[in-house]
Structure formats: structure tokens, C-alpha cells
């Protein structure tokens, strides 16, 4: 989409040690195409390209490069004063979002050099996901007190230093934000009017400390390019605009998505074997000892099996199909509570939806279960017993799908713990004393 | 967040038939409170609520109803002329999604009173999830031969019409577009200067028939506010803005999670029972067979089970952890494939990584399930046969959950279709095979 070099061209110069050329085709690219190319490259060749390339250069395509190709560290293996330049090129927040992975004493050696860090010092104070880790301290700001033509004038001495803007904040003598100026209407309004008659009230604001998945969600709702962050004072501290918060969206769509195929939210994609190991084992063996729940029940009606052995068979479809419906009607109910669109007082009512649709669909598998079970000459009794135990079983899914992470949210847990292989081991155990328990009372 | 008057009071005001007052206070919400305010009403309360509201402001709330409200049924319920009304007041793209739910009779009925129904009726030529389906027409542009202060000019004569704006187009005679102009720049350049001068190359545009997760993705990589959509012709057809691509995220990441739980992607979330249900049940149809195949494998192996029952007590908990393995590996893999973040040349190498994180993670709870079997005083040869087992279908699980998205997106399927159901059913039938048909060789 793009009329730039391709990125396979830049992996290759940089390969073949064409250094110069790399560097002249790379001032072509965007930030976030060139960003790939770093990330591709192995470390090493990753740092012959950045001490290669000019600071400010460096400065974008670091900025844009993905979590997990860690640009921390390729800052960290620079010398000192090259890294500083590059910091220095940085946005503020971006320079806080890469430095924040280092630890503090790497990040004092390289803020020593920096001309003036107290801006990225205090951003790397507040938590990396907060609206202060994701906020800029550029803003571009007038008084309150001023006409359109000193505004105009004023934004023309301020906009060098900050890169995009959106809005234009109306602040007091002490800092306090008042209001904001769409650039556009100071662009149409006439020359000679207050700013104070022109300005928009500033009703959408965040405090430092909001978590960033609220702050995507305020700018989301209310559509907003930028949204400002103002301490407990009233005093502008800083912005968030859209593409801070298109990172955070993301993020959280891989957590969430993780967390329902129970894998820790802190996995990265990329990870390489061992930390993916780690990450993943100890929820196996939380599910290990479910599933010797599952296993025990099954043992305690080992008489029951020795007795009627096609029941070995049924177990898995009954168990099976549970499972489906719970995570279907989990699937539903965990996304309902992440967008909060399931309306106050009316958490009875989806789970009761939930349990109705289950019980629906039960009744269906469970009657094409049992007319086939017929056919395994067993007698009528085991198709009743498998009927009842599939419907049944899909149905206390379905209710537990829904309720589960409804329970969680309630007590203050992250309903998206309840993953797939929770409900898939619940509707075993379920399954298993339905179909088990029932066949030892009516067959043995 | 908001100094609003609060949604429940607006409520009540309209269930107690107070629509004066309602009226008063519904100006002082934000378009998206107020939209949640319809959106809790009853349908015969929220046409009394339209109807009483000025067209303006009901149409900046229908604009942003969620998609299950159906703001559209509300617009066909008024009268011809109160909704050609709304329709006049809505953005032309807002226009176009909402009547585009709407059959064509329906359509044209409201549409032949509506003043210029031209642009509407251009919009809704193009598929709904498409960059022309996103896209408004009102788009702000200057011509490539003025100068800076003839563009503030014409932005001047063009900005009431055109809501938000946040770059400025370039276009040729023939509408061509050719760059475009930060309204910063704008503000900041000298008067004298032409715009082509001052203008930034449009490098990055789409077409009106990319689809709207590929506008999406371009605009958060390139961090964008708008893009513009051209022509084959190199003509601007209009924008698609950071704030139409929120939502159309939010509905993929919506689409994935319930694929991936094994609902169909075009369920609605707070859909009544009966939808749901249709929605779901040819999944769990489909899951029925894969079952059935689990339980014909049980079947096939009923004499081993007779012999040693305890297999029975062992066959959840071999199946259950390679699903949960085989989700994990899922998760990560189907989310990488919709990042794009697999670098072309590398899927066999992830899908080795997930193999051997499977593997690594099957042998630990293989040896510790192994042990515990021991302890069940069935003889050493058990113990080996359960860690065989659960090892290998771990593994098989892990390599399957990457192989099989990444094999579906190579012949062109959504690999978000390979829904952990699935792979739950796959590991069912890989887990028995392999226990009972090892347990058939070395136990009978």
C-alpha cells in the first residue's frame, strides 16, 4: 500500500553489510515498516543497523517495533551517548515505554547523558498501565484569557516541539485545564473572539492512575482523538491520543484470547520454548488435578463399567458435548462482561438465557443420543439413562458457562480466568456422575 | 467521568412519561450515554424517547445505539418524515450503516423524503465491511495550486459541513488525490506558501473494496487518524477515521473469541434465546460426529476395558490435558496468525516450538500421572503405558492446535474456524487411541 522499498531489500543490505545503502533506503520506509526490518534482523545485525542509522531515525522505528522484539535492549547495547541521542529523538512516552523495561540502573547510566530527562523521569514514575504510562507531557496549551489570533500566534511557537495534535487545551494561570479547542473551530472562528467563547468543555478527563483499558474505553465511547490527563488539582499533566491506545486494544485482545485457551496473560507470542513452558505448565497441572476429579469419579463407579463396559463408550460424547456448550455459553458471557454490556440487575436473566439455550440444544443432542444408543441393543432402559444424562449435562454446562465468570466479576476476579479448560473439566466430572451415577442406580 | 445528569434518571423520566424534562437532560449527555439510555427502553419507549427529541440529537444517539439495539427498527417505526429528518442530521457514513440494515423497500421509503439522498445512496452501494462501507464522503479539500492562506480560505467555507477533520486532502482538477496537510502544518506555515510545498506525499491509502480489518490494521500500524479512500482512478471517494475502525475492532475481537468458543461469528451477544440457539446448535451437530468418533474408538476397544477397568478411570484425564495442551497452543498460534506476526518461512518452526513446548509439558505431568498410577496396585506396566499415553497425545495436542491454523490459513480458510471444540474432539480420539491400543498390545 505503500510506494517504499521492500523490507526483504533492507534485511539483505544489512546482511551483506551494505550499510550506507541500507541506511538511504531506510529513510524511505515508515517507522513501523522499518521497525519489522529491525525486528527480523538477530541482534547483532539489529545494532549494526541502529548505530548505522541517524538518531531520529532509530528514535521512530524503535518506538514501532513489537513487545517481544525488545528494543530495550537493543538501546541498552549501545554506547552510552548513542543511546542517549537516540532518547533524546524519542517522544516522551515512547522514551518511558522502552526505558521502563530496563532495570533502574541501566536506566540511570543512559538518562545521565540525556540533555534534559526530568519529562521521561517523571513519566517512568507512573505504572506503565495507567493512563500516566501511556500519557505524553506535550501538549500544546493556551490560556484561557486570550483571543483566537494569540492563540493561533501561541500554537505557532509550541507546535515545533510536539509532533501531532488534535486538540489544543485551555488552561489557567495555575495549570488548571478549562477547556479545548477542536483545531478546527480555531481554524473557522473569527480572529478577534475570546478563546473562552470558542473553547469546548473539557467533561472527559482522566486521572493518572486510570487503568488503560479504561482510558481506550472512555475514547472509544466518546470517540475521541485525544483525551487529557489532569491530576487531582485540576492540573493538566499530559495527553493520550488514539494510537497510544490502538497498542492497549490489541494487547488485551491477546490476553483475553489467551486466557480463554488458559495460557498466563503474560505470555508473549513470540516467546521462545522455555519461557513458553513456564508459562503454560502450571496451569496444566491446576487442570491435572481437576482432571483426577474427573478420573476419580470415574473410578469410584468402576462396578458400574465392569458391568455395562458401552458405558466407557458414551462417556466421552456426554463429557464432550458439555464441554461444547459450556465453552460456547462461556465464550458469550466472558466477552458480554468485557465490553459491560450486560445491563445492571440483569445478571440473572443471561444466565438464565444461557441455561435455556443449553437446555434447548440438550434436549436436542440428547435425544439423538439416546434413539442411536437403541440401536446398540442395550435395551430402552440405557437410551433413557443416556438422554438424560446428555441433557442434562448440557444444561448445567450452559449454566455454568454463565455463571462462572458472572460469580468472578462479582467477588472481584477477572471473569476471563474461567477459561475453556476449566469448563471442559467441570463438564466431565458433571458428565460422569450424571451418566455413571444414574446407570448404578437403574441398571445394576 | 462526565458531569452528566445520570442515565437512570433519564430513564425514569421516560417510563414515567415525562418527556419534557426528559428532553432538557438528554442535551446535556454525551451521544454514547444517551444511546445506552434508548438502548435500555422498551421498543415502545424509545420511539415515545424519539420522537420527543430533537432530530439532531436523536440522530447523534441512534448513530452510536449498539449494533444489537437495532437502531434501524427504531427508524422504520417513525413516521416518513420524522425519520427522513434524522436521517438529514446523521453523517452520511452513520446514515448508510444504519439504513443498510434495513430491507431496500424500506430503504427507499424514508430515503425518498430525505432532501439529498445522493451520498447515502452512494454509501450503501458498497459492502458493509469494506472501506466503503466505513468511509464518509465529507471530506475536506483544497486544491493543489493555492497557496496556505487560500486553503485556510476554502477549509473555512468547508468546515461546517464536515463534522471532525484531521488532515486536510490535496486533490488535482480532476480530483486526483495528490498529498495532504496536517491541519497543524496548516496552522503553523507561512501564508504565502503553496500547499504543494507544504503538503505530505499520500503515501498510505486503501480502496473502497479492502476490508475493514485491513483499513484497521493499516491505520494502528501507521498511527493514522484518517485515511483516504481513492479509486482505481487515483479520485478521493472520502475517510475512514480512528473512531469507525474502534468499533470494527471491537467486533472482530468479538467474532474471535466466540469462534474460537465454537459459536458462530455473526451471534449477537445479547441475542433472545431462539437465535442463540439457531446459532449454535449446527456447531454442537457438528461436534456430535467428531464426538461420535471418540466413542467408536471406545467401542472398538470394549474388550480391553473389560479386562483392566481402571482404563476407564483413565481415559478423561489422557484426553482431557492434551485439549487443554492443544488450547494453549491454539491460542497462541491462531492469535499470532490474525497479528500477522508469523514471518513468512518461519510456520514450521512454530509450529517445532509449540511441539516441543508440548512435548516438554507432557512428559512432566506424563511422569507424575505415571506415578500416581503406579500407586493404583495395577503393576509397573500401567504406570509405563499411562506415561506413554498422556506424553504422547500432549505432544500430538501441541502440534496439532499449531498445525492445523496454520494450514487452514494456507488454503485460504479463516483460521479462526479451528475452534478449541475442535481440537478438544481431535484430542479425545488421538488420547483413547493411543492409551487402549497400547493397553490392547502389552496388557491383553
Chains 1, 2 share one sequence.
Request: with cysteine.
Amino acid at each position: 500500500m505503500t510506494k517504499a522499498p521492500r523490507p526483504e531489500r533492507l534485511l539483505e543490505l544489512v546482511e551483506a553489510g551494505q550499510l550506507q545503502r541500507f541506511v538511504e533506503l531506510a529513510r524511505e520506509l515508515e517507522p513501523a515498516d522499518l521497525a519489522d526490518v529491525l525486528a527480523a534482523l538477530d541482534d547483532e545485525a539489529r545494532l549494526l543497523a541502529v548505530q548505522a542509522l541517524p538518531p531520529d531515525i532509530s528514535a521512530d522505528a524503535l518506538a514501532e517495533m513489537p513487545e517481544e522484539a525488545h528494543a530495550e535492549e537493543t538501546l541498552a547495547a549501545l554506547d552510552t551517548e548513542q543511546a542517549a541521542d537516540i532518547l533524546e529523538e524519542l517522544e516522551d512516552d515512547d522514551a518511558a515505554d522502552i526505558l521502563g523495561d530496563l532495570d533502574p540502573a541501566e536506566q540511570q547510566r543512559i538518562l545521565a547523558e540525556v540533555e534534559d530527562p526530568s519529562e521521561v523521569e517523571e513519566l517512568l514514575r507512573y505504572d506503565e498501565e495507567t493512563a500516566g504510562g501511556l500519557m505524553t507531557t506535550h501538549v500544546v496549551t493556551v490560556l484561557d484569557t486570550v483571543t483566537a489570533a494569540e492563540a493561533l500566534q501561541g500554537i505557532r511557537e509550541q507546535a515545533d516541539e510536539v509532533e501531532d495534535f488534535y486538540q489544543i487545551f485551555v488552561v489557567d494561570q495555575l495549570g488548571r485545564l478549562v477547556g479545548f479547542l477542536p483545531l478546527k473551530s480555531l481554524v473557522v472562528s473569527p480572529l478577534e473572539r475570546p478563546v473562552r467563547a470558542v473553547m469546548e468543555d473539557a467533561d472527559i478527563v482522566v486521572a493518572p492512575d486510570v487503568d488503560q483499558e479504561e482510558v481506550a474505553r472512555v475514547m472509544a465511547r466518546y470517540n475521541l482523538p485525544s483525551v487529557p490527563v489532569v491530576a487531582g488539582d485540576g492540573r493538566l499533566l499530559g495527553r493520550v491520543t488514539f494510537d497510544d491506545v490502538d497498542d492497549v486494544v490489541e494487547a488485551e485482545t491477546t490476553e483475553d484470547l489467551l486466557k480463554f485457551g488458559g495460557v498466563s496473560a503474560d505470555e508473549e507470542l513470540g516467546a521462545e520454548w522455555r519461557s513458553a513452558v513456564r508459562s503454560r505448565l502450571p496451569w496444566l497441572t491446576v487442570n491435572l488435578l481437576t482432571a483426577g476429579l474427573a478420573s476419580a469419579v470415574v473410578l469410584v463407579f468402576r462396578d458400574v463399567i465392569q458391568a455395562t463396559v458401552v458405558l466407557a463408550a458414551l462417556m466421552p460424547i456426554i463429557a464432550g458435548m458439555g464441554g461444547n456448550a459450556g465453552t460456547q455459553a462461556l465464550a458469550v458471557t466472558v466477552r458480554r462482561l468485557a465490553l459491560g454490556t450486560i445491563p445492571r440487575g440483569q445478571s440473572l436473566r443471561v444466565i438464565g438465557k444461557e441455561t435455556l439455550v443449553a437446555a434447548v440444544n440438550g434436549l436436542v443432542v440428547g435425544v439423538a443420543v439416546g434413539v442411536v444408543t437403541l440401536t446398540l441393543g442395550e435395551g430402552p432402559r440405557l437410551g433413557l439413562l443416556v438422554f438424560v444424562a446428555m441433557t442434562g449435562n448440557v444444561l448445567i454446562a450452559g449454566c455454568a458457562g454463565a455463571f462462572i465468570p458472572i460469580l468472578l466479576q462479582r467477588i472481584g476476579v477477572d471473569p476471563a480466568i474461567a477459561s475453556s479448560v476449566f469448563v471442559t473439566t467441570f463438564t466431565d466430572i458433571a458428565g460422569f456422575l450424571l451418566l455413571l451415577g444414574l446407570a448404578g442406580m437403574i441398571l445394576l
